[in-house]
C-alpha cells in the first residue's frame, strides 16, 4: 500500500485597502456630477437667469442729413 500526501494550498488575501478604493470612487463620482451640475445648470451655467437687449442702432457717429421743410401753403 502506497502512502499518498495530498496538500492543499490555502491561499489568503489582504482584504486591507478595498474599503478605502470604494470609498474614493464614491467621492469621485460625486464630485463629478457636482461639477456636471454646476456647468451645465447651476450657477456657473453662464446664464445668470437675467438677459438684457440692446437694441441700438450705431450709423458710425454719422448723423442723417437735415431735409429741407415742406413749403408753406397759402
Do not use: F, Q
Not at 492543499?8 to 451640475?37: K, N, P
Not at 445648470?41 to 438677459?51: D, F, K
Request: proline share 5%.
Amino acid at each position: 500500500m502506497t502512502d499518498e500526501h495530498h496538500h492543499e494550498t490555502i491561499v489568503v488575501e489582504d482584504g486591507r485597502g478595498t474599503g478605502m478604493g470604494a470609498i474614493l470612487g464614491v467621492i469621485a463620482i460625486i464630485v463629478l456630477l457636482v461639477a456636471v451640475w454646476w456647468v451645465a445648470l447651476g450657477p456657473g451655467s453662464g446664464s445668470g437667469g437675467t438677459t438684457t437687449n440692446n437694441n441700438t442702432i450705431n450709423n458710425g457717429g454719422n448723423a442723417p442729413a437735415a431735409t429741407e421743410p415742406a413749403p408753406a401753403s397759402s
